[in-house]
């Protein structure tokens, strides 16, 4: 399924759709969210447990560095050539990528307490489940508002890269707050765009299976990217 497909699908009347086939595609779409994110948790938690990993972690920089390139390699091939994939190999990658997060995501629990980034965790599962019910019911096109919070999302990359080698407190600061305001917009109009995509994918299995991995993909960034944006606020320093 290719981008095109996907904004076609979208766009469709929701008026012309059986709402058991939007609610079959939608629990799955959630379903493998859930799943990449409790195989995230599992990884960090396992890796974070064993001091030799988070050893290699912490003396090979480079290495996790390439484990990051190779994460955004996985998002653009999902995101970009998943028409070309099987659906297996979709899924396989997609998994892939949670366990990837979940290796990198360990270094947080020689960061923050356990503690916290549990109660963090359990506000960002509060925020994306109002959030996503807001985009779900809701009668307001949100497309304007995705495309803000992508033109957000492109600004923090930005500032991120430039701060990397500026290491400024307040730019920090507002990219984390800003990151707050655009991962809701991106979950909110996600939410919607997917929920419309269910009336456009006819009956095509495989399309529809495709199209549930790439919509859980694009859930779970924005909820992962929002947990870190409350962790930096809300979360307590060791």
């Known amino acids: 399924m290719n981008p095109y497909e996907m904004n076609r699908a979208a766009a469709t009347p929701a008026a ?36 030799a990993l988070m050893a290699w972690i912490f003396d090979t920089p480079l290495a996790v560095f390439g484990i ?76 304007r508002v995705g495309n803000l919070a992508f033109m957000g999302l492109i600004g923090i990359l930005l500032a991120s890269l430039i701060n990397f080698f500026l290491r400024s407190e307040a730019i920090y600061w507002i990219v984390t707050y800003v990151g707050v305001l655009v991962f809701v917009g991106l979950i909110a109009s996600n ?8 009336y456009g994918l006819g009956d095509d299995g495989e399309l529809r299976s495709k199209a549930s991995v790439v919509g859980a993909l694009s859930l779970y960034l924005s909820f992962i990217n929002l947990f870190l944006s409350l962790l930096r606020i809300f979360g307590n320093r060791k």
Do not use: C, N
């Open 191 to 198: 939410t919607q765009r997917i929920k419309r995509m269910a």
């Open 16 to 51: 012309v759709a059986d709402p058991a086939v939007e609610r079959a595609f939608i629990t799955r779409v959630y379903g493998w969210m859930a799943i990449a994110l409790a195989i995230t948790g599992l990884v960090a938690t396992a890796t974070a447990s064993d001091p």
């Open 68 to 143: 990051v390139i190779v994460q955004l390699i996985i998002v653009v091939v999902l995101s970009a050539a998943v028409h070309r994939l099987s659906t297996g190999v979709a899924t396989g990658l997609f998994i892939a990528y949670a366990a990837l997060t979940g290796f990198t995501f360990s270094t947080l629990f020689y960061v923050y307490t356990a503690e916290s980034i549990g109660v963090v965790f359990f506000i960002t599962a509060g925020t994306f489940a109002l959030v996503s019910l807001y985009g779900f019911t809701t009668k307001t096109d949100l497309t």
